[in-house]
């Protein structure tokens, strides 16, 4: 089901609703955002497609450039006042069915006026807008992932990892370790740290998906006079509060049994 429908002039702001699209849909997942470019696939019914994702929508983000009022349609006629115009048909649809409308402004736009609007456009005009900035366009983008998080919460994947993580580690060879992992989630990067025999060490190709989670670490071993570079390829699946992972080291001088383990978030 869709979660998150994006509404917008290709001739007025296609390019700030695609980089919004990338930031929601990493965040929320793609599955949960539409924008009709990604969306709908040849062949399909256009009015259709779009129809039946907004009724199944929770939120109706509505991307407002300079030139949304004003756009003309091939005979000249303003766009807007066009009763099939798509634009207007979403927002009138999202108004009728009480979607949650998340007015965003860029590229200098102002917010439009009631008398600018159609009939039943005109309650667009009372709902409070965001303004996102060129210069500050992440960080503008995160405050409307936190009002849109009120609507539609979150998944899993990003809310649940955030933190410190503490396990033993029983390793095949023999000793056994005490571990700390420390995520943190960055543009919904996965970094941080994490413990290997004790050292910390620095997380790499972090990844997180639904409830799983996977990255690599890498440590240095001397042997005589050599020294091997080893990578610990971790995954872990989240259920019941805690992270079971499967820990595989790749060493280079010999061959290793996965290493199976839970860990547990320390408390807030």
Do not use: C
């Not at 994490?194 to 790499?204: E, F």
């Not at 995954?235 to 839970?262: C, V």
């Amino acid at each position: 089901m869709k979660a998150i429908f994006i509404s917008y002039r290709r001739d007025d702001s296609a390019a700030y609703a695609g980089r919004l699209y990338d930031r929601l849909s990493t965040h929320f997942g793609a599955e949960r955002v539409f924008m009709d470019v990604d969306g709908i696939k040849p062949g399909d019914d256009f009015v259709k497609v779009l129809d039946e994702t907004e009724s199944s929508s929770a939120a109706l983000v509505v991307v407002i450039g300079r030139t949304w009022l004003t756009v003309r349609s091939a005979n000249g006629g303003l766009r807007l006042l066009d009763a099939q115009d798509f634009v207007r048909r979403e927002i009138a649809a999202g108004l009728q069915r009480n979607l949650r409308l998340f007015p965003v402004l860029v590229g200098g736009a102002s917010m439009p006026q009631t008398q600018d609007l159609p009939d039943d456009l005109a309650t667009l005009a009372h709902v409070q807008a965001l303004v996102i900035h060129d210069e500050t366009f992440h960080r503008d983008a995160d405050q409307l992932i936190a009002l849109l998080e009120q609507v539609v919460p979150a998944p899993l994947s990003v809310a649940a990892f955030g933190g410190t993580w503490r396990a033993t580690v029983q390793y095949n060879w023999g000793n056994s370790h005490q571990e700390v992992f420390r995520f943190e989630l960055e543009d919904d990067e996965l970094l941080g740290t994490a413990t290997y025999v004790g050292v910390p060490q620095a997380i790499q190709d972090g990844k997180i998906s639904a409830n799983k989670i996977s990255f690599l670490t890498t440590s240095r071993t001397m042997l005589g006079d050599k020294t091997y570079e080893e990578k610990h390829r971790y995954s872990g699946k989240l259920a019941d509060g805690q992270i079971k992972f499967r820990l595989l080291t790749e060493s280079g001088y010999d061959s290793r049994l996965p290493e199976i383990f839970t860990a547990t978030r320390d408390p807030a």
